[in-house]
């Protein structure tokens, strides 16, 4: 099997040929400068491993910085190279996404997973305290780390999804036994040993632009299918989508609005949190301003809008780089 340096070698290079092919040598040429330096790291867990892009120094302890739902560390390829150099950056796959180990046969996916796997990452690394950047999903399980272990965290910042979506019992009930159902039937597709389909490398851009309800720019696109695709075996100069599909049936969090609340009113460390405005709310709107007139209790929060979609920091990272940063600076500066 080929290291991740090789693979992303690999795809970088069937990249390139399409995108002469499509759109000539320049947009090939950008492929090959995606990010700054980074350092490829592999983090020890039970079923595997988690793997990651470290940015920066390995002496200081760097912020931890993690994605959306089925996307990967690429999330951050845009927005790394304008942090504030005097500080690490450590972008890591989720599991069952990018690079890292998925989770054993027979195990579903749940939110509460990767809040686990920070208490993990700290161990690893012998961190007593923690400096969260997430997005999407990350966003609200930083909002829940944030909250059961206010005395780890010394910096959280939020993108876009400020803390775990209220659903109404209706709503609940039936994602539950609708989950349930579709990860037998995917455990029974992977049982099966069938190779996903396979795509050329328009067609993988064109398939996740959609996929993201048009939030991932097209030419953004190629910094998550660097992590999220393998090529295929049986059709040169294809790729399939490499992520564990039982992702898509992965559990979420049933909070009641009390619990959320309550959540809110535990977090004490400096928070930042920057809503992208083209981007939905993902629930009654009610339940979030009722956590933000919680949140606006704490005098170390720091509430920010920006205009974009829900990948903003991707797309234009520009336009949260320097909100970040002066955040940053006050927090844990040079």
């Given at each position: 099997?080929?290291?991740?340096?090789?693979?992303?070698?690999?795809?970088?290079?069937?990249?390139?040929?399409?995108?002469?092919?499509?759109?000539?040598?320049?947009?090939?040429?950008?492929?090959?400068?995606?990010?700054?330096?980074?350092?490829?790291?592999?983090?020890?867990v039970?079923?595997?491993?988690?793997?990651?892009?470290?940015?920066?120094?390995?002496?200081v302890r760097?912020?931890?910085?993690?994605?959306?739902?089925?996307?990967?560390?690429?999330?951050?390829?845009?927005?790394?190279?304008?942090?504030?150099?005097?500080?690490?950056?450590?972008?890591?796959?989720?599991?069952?996404?990018?690079l890292?180990?998925?989770?054993?046969?027979?195990?579903?996916?749940?939110?509460?997973?990767?809040?686990?796997?920070?208490?993990?990452?700290?161990?690893?690394?012998?961190w007593?305290?923690?400096?969260?950047?997430?997005?999407?999903?990350?966003s609200?399980?930083?909002?829940?780390?944030?909250?059961?272990?206010?005395?780890?965290?010394?910096?959280?910042?939020?993108?876009?999804i400020?803390?775990?979506?209220?659903?109404?019992?209706?709503?609940?009930?039936?994602?539950?036994?609708?989950?349930?159902?579709?990860?037998?039937?995917?455990?029974?597709?992977?049982?099966?040993?069938?190779?996903?389909?396979?795509?050329?490398?328009?067609?993988?851009?064109?398939r996740?632009?959609?996929?993201?309800?048009?939030?991932?720019?097209?030419?953004a696109?190629?910094?998550?299918?660097?992590?999220?695709?393998?090529?295929?075996?049986?059709?040169?100069?294809?790729?399939?989508?490499?992520?564990d599909?039982?992702?898509?049936?992965?559990?979420?969090?049933?909070?009641?609005?009390?619990?959320?609340?309550?959540?809110?009113?535990?977090?004490?460390?400096?928070?930042?949190?920057?809503?992208?405005?083209?981007?939905?709310?993902?629930?009654?709107?009610?339940?979030?301003?009722?956590?933000?007139?919680?949140?606006?209790?704490?005098?170390?929060?720091?509430?920010?809008?920006?205009?974009?979609?829900?990948?903003?920091?991707?797309?234009?990272?520009?336009?949260?780089?320097?909100?970040?940063?002066?955040?940053?600076?006050?927090?844990?500066?040079?």
């Amino acid at each position: 099997m080929k290291g991740p340096r090789s693979l992303l070698s690999l795809l970088a290079s069937g990249a390139q040929q399409s995108l002469r092919h499509a759109h000539g040598q320049s947009s090939a040429n950008n492929l090959k400068a995606l990010t700054k330096h980074y350092e490829e790291v592999s983090i020890p867990v039970p079923w595997g491993h988690i793997a990651g892009k470290w940015y920066g120094p390995k002496h200081v302890r760097p912020i931890l910085a993690m994605h959306g739902w089925q996307d990967n560390a690429g999330t951050f390829d845009t927005l790394a190279p304008l942090l504030p150099n005097h500080l690490p950056l450590l972008s890591i796959d989720a599991p069952g996404h990018g690079l890292s180990s998925w989770l054993p046969n027979g195990v579903m996916y749940h939110s509460i997973d990767y809040v686990h796997m920070i208490l993990r990452i700290m161990e690893e690394y012998n961190w007593d305290k923690v400096s969260i950047l997430g997005h999407s999903m990350s966003s609200f399980n930083g909002f829940v780390f944030s909250a059961l272990f206010p005395d780890k965290v010394d910096m959280f910042i939020g993108l876009d999804i400020l803390k775990p979506p209220i659903r109404n019992s209706k709503q609940i009930v039936d994602a539950l036994s609708e989950r349930l159902e579709g990860s037998m039937k995917l455990e029974r597709r992977l049982r099966s040993g069938g190779e996903p389909p396979a795509y050329e490398w328009d067609q993988l851009v064109e398939r996740l632009h959609q996929g993201s309800n048009k939030s991932i720019d097209m030419e953004a696109c190629k910094y998550l299918l660097q992590r999220n695709v393998k090529p295929s075996s049986h059709e040169p100069h294809k790729y399939y989508f490499s992520r564990d599909n039982r992702l898509k049936t992965s559990q979420f969090y049933t909070l009641s609005l009390e619990v959320v609340l309550e959540m809110a009113a535990r977090i004490k460390a400096p928070h930042l949190f920057i809503k992208a405005l083209q981007a939905p709310y993902y629930e009654d709107k009610k339940y979030y301003d009722a956590t933000m007139e919680v949140l606006r209790k704490n005098p170390l929060f720091e509430y920010q809008e920006v205009e974009g979609s829900h990948h903003v920091h991707l797309n234009e990272p520009e336009k949260v780089a320097h909100i970040i940063n002066s955040f940053i600076n006050r927090c844990r500066p040079l």
